[in-house]
């Protein structure tokens, strides 16, 4: 059974707190979608959920084992992270890029494999950047940069995608071919992707799932439909919230 | 679907078989010339064992253990300079700039100014590397972590701080021995024949082994901690043994041959234009093309004003920055 | 009556030294002139040091530089700074009516300064043995003391040529000499430096003499090369015999294979002073053992 579980998580940041008493169960097929305002503590949790933040209390379990019992290393097959922001100081070619997902697959002393080529391969494929091989990264566009990390993550192919803001600042095509992109990785290969993101109704119409961290430090978490109402988002966002029902569709505005 | 990519280390033979070409030109090369040139014939004459005694002091007893040091201070400088510009994610990196070379060339200057003995001048210089080491290490810690940026900060300012201890021994110095420290300063390999090069033979053959068991995690640190330790790399670890690793091959450089500037800021770079970022071919490139860059110049340093020699570091700065300019520009 | 006569006669140059004014022209072609001779004198180079003292100075000569350690006297001296690096403001309060400077050797920029501040400087530059008593009898009227210097000028021209006379040998083949100056690096001089020509005068000829550089760290490879008969090193002698010891280890040279190393304390023959005399003379030992 793969299952990423916070067991009255409390994360602080300095003096700031994140979340109280975080007690969630993260399951294979499942897109969740992490919200909280700016400042809020959305990457740090991310973070926690890769072991890559101090817990304040509580606990967390990957496969009913204590994240802290593994090694980074194991953790890497298991989890992947989307960075909100790369930067280059060593450029190197798309390839090459795609190919570090491949890291925890490969034991120390060997090189890349037939097949680790084929996995990055088939990453950029998904991506439709498969006529980017030699393509030095930072000659790319945004958007373009973005699914070359995106391809990276799927190389490392892990249970979980910890998406820090991943369509932050692409244009509207870009946004809707990623959070589909993860909703069929989710769907059909049993993934679960773990995603801050600030559009409630991109989240209400990709996310089954949705963790709300409000303003006042405290948090809600349930199904996105049960739980993403005009009163909770005004808690979210300290501002009124109007929606708008259509058909099947709800839309949440300002 | 098969896709098939044609593997990389067999595609870099010939430039690796190119770069040993080079290594042993050099190598030729300063055997024969010099401030007499010996000609191949005389070489061929004096490897089967008969040549003039004078042919047979110059060769075995001074320019081949001056171009042996010179090549492993070049490949050590090189290959510093890779492992500081990964630890530092700064392209513009260089051995020296957490002030190695600031501190070594201050407790050599002093041990100068006491009219120290060679074997002083060289185990103060080493102590001096390693003590500034240390110093930025524990000035960088904070909470147990050792923030890259923090790090370079603390290395930028005690440089100035061991410049400044410099400038003070330079201008408190008697001018007769100014002339000693400043060649030291720019680099000298005249003392070859009397330092003991094994030490340094061991660190760079050890020391190179173990940073190619490094490398692949090199080129994920590349990415930012972050992003290393999310793709299951202890970053933290690797920054102390990066911090640690440059600084011995930087310390034992200096040992060999006073402080030596630009190599491991040019090749690094020169590589990296040349056949990318990849630490596993990156790391002994540049050691074979760092150590033969030093050879030449070196042993230009000794025959372009023949009887009179130049601070090598001159010649490195010479030689290298118009081929790396040329190089920047094609790419 | 006649030796009153001859006591007015004895005092009058002296007497006339003191009222009417000065003038000599330096080794720069400035004309110096002072209206009196000088009371108040501040050498800056240990050279200039023993010239002030040679002509009869020590009354007059009110500070130094650092390594100014002839004659005896002079290390009673206040110092104002090294050659290179000069206390302008202890210059200044010492207030100074000469100060004998070294042109090649002192800033220039400060020499600058204290002519700008009013200060009269004589600038000393010698390059070879005659510019010795030339500047010896151009300090003596500097500081009235023209007939001792007088003196001394003629006894080291007589001593200077009794010595190139006595080993002059231009049938025999020169001797081969290797200059060191310093040591770590090693450091020589060209045919411009005194020592090359002391070494000149003693049938000697420096194997660097050709090389453009006034003093210069030559490759061990040429030393090699040139092969030379005997090594001469101007170390202070705690470590002249350590710096000579380190040849040991060629003994493919001539000069190690007959033990011909030697040492020449410096202060004989790196100064432009009468002393050279001595460097002279113990070089030339060196060189020409029989005679």
Redesign the interface.
């Known amino acids: 059974m793969i299952m990423l579980t916070t067991q009255n998580l409390t994360l602080h940041i300095a003096s700031h707190i994140v979340c109280q008493n975080l007690s969630l169960t993260f399951k294979a097929g499942e897109f969740w979608a992490l919200m909280g305002l700016n400042g809020r503590g959305k990457t740090t949790l991310l973070?926690a959920l890769?072991a890559?933040h101090p817990v304040h209390k509580g606990s967390i379990y990957l496969n009913q084992r204590l994240l802290s019992d593994y090694?980074?290393?194991?953790?890497?097959?298991h989890?992947?992270?989307l960075?909100q922001n790369?930067?280059y100081?060593?450029p190197?070619?798309v390839?090459?890029t795609v190919l570090?997902?491949r890291?925890?697959h490969?034991p120390?002393w060997q090189?890349e494999s037939?097949h680790d080529?084929?996995m990055a391969?088939?990453a950029l494929q998904t991506v439709n950047m498969q006529h980017f091989t030699e393509r030095t990264i930072d000659t790319l566009s945004g958007g373009e940069k973005r699914r070359i990390h995106i391809a990276t993550l799927l190389a490392?192919n892990p249970d979980y995608y910890?998406l820090d803001e991943p369509i932050h600042s692409l244009d509207m095509k870009a946004q809707m071919d990623i959070l589909t992109l993860f909703q069929s990785e989710c769907r059909e290969k049993n993934k679960c992707a773990i995603m801050s993101i600030h559009d409630p109704n991109l989240a209400w119409r990709f996310c089954d799932h949705s963790l709300l961290l409000l303003a006042d430090g405290t948090q809600i978490a349930g199904k996105t439909q049960d739980i993403m109402t005009p009163f909770t988002l005004e808690a979210l966002f300290q501002y009124p919230i109007k929606v708008f029902k259509q058909d099947n569709s709800v839309f949440f505005t300002a | 679907?098969?896709?098939?990519?044609p593997?990389k280390?067999y595609s870099l033979i010939p430039f690796f078989l190119l770069l040993l070409l080079l290594t042993l030109s050099s190598f030729l090369f300063s055997l024969l010339y010099g401030s007499t040139y010996i000609s191949l014939d005389a070489f061929y004459s004096l490897l089967q064992g008969n040549a003039t005694p004078l042919t047979h002091t110059l060769i075995y007893q001074l320019r081949l253990p001056r171009a042996l040091t010179a090549f492993v201070t070049g490949a050590l400088l090189s290959l510093a300079g890779v492992l500081m510009?990964a630890l530092l994610?700064?392209?513009l990196a260089d051995p020296y700039v957490l002030g190695l070379s600031g501190g070594s060339a201050f407790f050599a200057l002093l041990a100068m100014l006491w009219g120290g003995s060679h074997f002083w001048i060289t185990g103060s210089a080493f102590s001096g590397a390693l003590l500034s080491t240390l110093l930025v290490f524990f000035l960088g810690k904070k909470q147990q972590q050792l923030p890259v940026s923090r790090l370079l900060l603390t290395g930028i300012i005690l440089a100035s701080g061991w410049g400044a201890l410099i400038s003070f021994i330079i201008t408190i110095t008697p001018p007769e021995k100014i002339h000693g420290m400043l060649f030291w300063l720019m680099g000298d390999l005249g003392y070859s024949y009397n330092k003991p090069l094994s030490l340094s033979y061991l660190i760079l053959f050890f020391g190179l082994g173990y940073v190619l068991?490094l490398s692949?995690k090199l080129?994920?640190i590349?990415?930012?901690e972050?992003?290393a330790?999310?793709?299951?790399?202890?970053s933290q670890a690797i920054h102390i043994q990066l911090l640690f690793l440059s600084s011995l091959f930087t310390a034992s450089a200096i040992t060999l041959a006073g402080s030596i500037g630009f190599i491991g800021l040019i090749i690094p770079h020169t590589i990296?234009l040349l056949i990318?970022?990849?630490h596993r071919f990156l790391l002994p490139a540049s050691m074979l093309l760092g150590g033969s860059l030093l050879v030449i110049a070196d042993t230009l340093a000794r025959t372009i004003l023949s009887p009179q020699q130049l601070p090598v570091g001159i010649l490195t700065a010479l030689v290298g920055i118009p081929v790396f300019l040329y190089l920047l520009n094609k790419s | 009556m006649p030796i009153l006569f001859f006591l007015l006669f004895l005092c009058c140059p002296i007497w006339a030294d003191i009222n009417t004014p000065i003038s000599v022209v330096d080794d720069t072609q400035q004309t110096i002139t002072l209206t009196h001779t000088a009371q108040r004198v501040i050498s800056l180079s240990p050279a200039i040091t023993e010239m002030v003292y040679a002509v009869g100075g020590a009354a007059s000569i009110q500070a130094t530089v650092d390594y100014s350690n002839y004659p005896e006297q002079a290390q009673q001296l206040p110092v104002i700074g090294s050659y290179k690096a000069l206390d302008i403001e202890r210059i200044i309060q010492l207030q100074p009516d000469l100060i004998i400077a070294w042109k090649s050797g002192n800033p220039r920029q400060q020499i600058a300064q204290l002519k700008q501040l009013g200060f009269i400087v004589y600038m000393s530059e010698p390059r070879n043995f005659s510019d010795i008593s030339h500047t010896l009898i151009n300090l003596g009227k500097l500081l009235g003391t023209s007939v001792l210097a007088k003196q001394k000028a003629h006894s080291f021209q007589q001593q200077l040529q009794r010595l190139i006379q006595r080993y002059s040998r231009p049938e025999q083949t020169k001797k081969r000499v290797f200059i060191q100056i310093w040591n770590n690096p090693v450091m020589t001089v060209n045919q411009q430096h005194l020592i090359s020509k002391v070494v000149t005068i003693c049938n000697g000829e420096n194997i660097f003499a050709h090389v453009s550089t006034l003093t210069f760290t030559p490759t061990l490879e040429a030393i090699l090369h040139a092969n030379p008969d005997i090594i001469l090193s101007t170390g202070m002698e705690k470590y002249a015999t350590q710096w000579l010891q380190q040849w040991q280890q060629w003994p493919l040279l001539t000069a190690v294979k007959k033990q011909q190393l030697y040492a020449i304390p410096p202060d004989y023959i790196v100064r432009h002073t009468p002393r050279i005399l001595l460097g002279i003379q113990s070089v030339c030992k060196v060189l020409n053992p029989n005679i």
Do not use: V
């Open positions: 973070k890769h890559l090694s980074r290393f194991t953790l890497a097959k989890i992947g992270f960075l790369y930067d100081p060593f190197g070619s390839l090459n570090t997902g890291y925890p490969i120390t090189w037939q080529y084929e391969y088939q490392q910890l | 679907m098969s896709y098939y990519y593997d280390k510009q994610r700064n392209p068991l692949r080129n994920i590349l990415w930012g972050l992003y330790q999310s793709l299951g790399i202890n990296r990318g970022s990849d």
